[in-house]
């Protein structure tokens, strides 16, 4: 097809901005995990968004740039940083406000390293006036030469028609990369890692969350379609073990009724799910544990 277009979108931003909101409501399905936590997102994560007759936009969800503490959070924001130079549009998201604080700052200088077109996406416009829009839209048409100023709200849907048309504005003319059914490169068991992982971020308090990494052991479909599945929730102090694991396992067991649930619907099928807790301290620090729940620079 010769007006087919196709291209790599990343979307970049400070942690919590709604990155992984944005994606999945994109694409029209949940594929990576959201909560209001930072640093939600720890791997990219490719998204597929197919238009038969205009092309194909493969979306990578990067985790938010920020200022590293360990050795989990380097590889995090490297992860993130390079994809500005392998792309073919960048999106930045950033929340509505007058005022560009450190966090945007640090993206802007990144930015004005690469000659990538940059769509700048103000989200989370239903938390504000509607009139104070051009406001937003001018502090940062001062700052940076803009392919496109789009003000959005992921969480409502709405202008996202007109973020996919000023995408495909800039993308080239090229193949399809993936079938037209394909929604995700990531492979079950990860996003099945991950969903239960978002579930144990939306129970926890905050300063369980961070610490923890959930790694499937075990994943297979028995006689009747009804999948069993494994999986460790690794956390970094015996301290978390006792609180993931919640009175006479009250937590441990909310967790994991509320991402069976999830998966099933994933799945289609029914799923018996179990959970164990270990403590491996300082994983976050280690480069082999960190490789060992699947992060990899490589990726």
Known sequence: MDNFKS?????????N???????NRLIGQKIAITSN??????????????????????????PGIHRAKNR???FMVDAAERTLKEVDVI??????GSYIGAGEQHILEKLKRVQTPVILIIN?????????????????RKVYDF???????ALRGQNLDDVIDSIFMYLPYGPRFYDEDTVTDQPMRAICAEIIREKALHALSDEVPHGIAVSVDEMKQGKGGMWEIHATVVCERDSHKGIIIGKQGSMLKKIGTNARYEIERLLEERVNLKLWVKVKKDWRDSDFLIRNFGYRKED
């Open 147 to 153: 392919a496109e100023i789009i003000p959005t709200s």
């Open 7 to 15: 291209g790599f979108v990343t979307i970049i931003g400070r942690p």
């Open 37 to 62: 936590k930072p640093q939600t997102t720890r791997n990219r994560i490719q998204t597929v968004y197919t238009d038969s007759g205009r092309g194909q936009i493969v979306f990578l969800d990067t």
């Open 91 to 96: 999106l930045w998201l950033v929340e509505p």
């Open 17 to 23: 901005v709604g990155k992984s909101t944005l994606m």
């Open 124 to 140: 989370k416009m239903d938390t504000v006036e509607k009139e104070k829009a051009l406001t937003y839209i001018d502090t940062y």
């Open 72 to 74: 989990l959070g380097e």
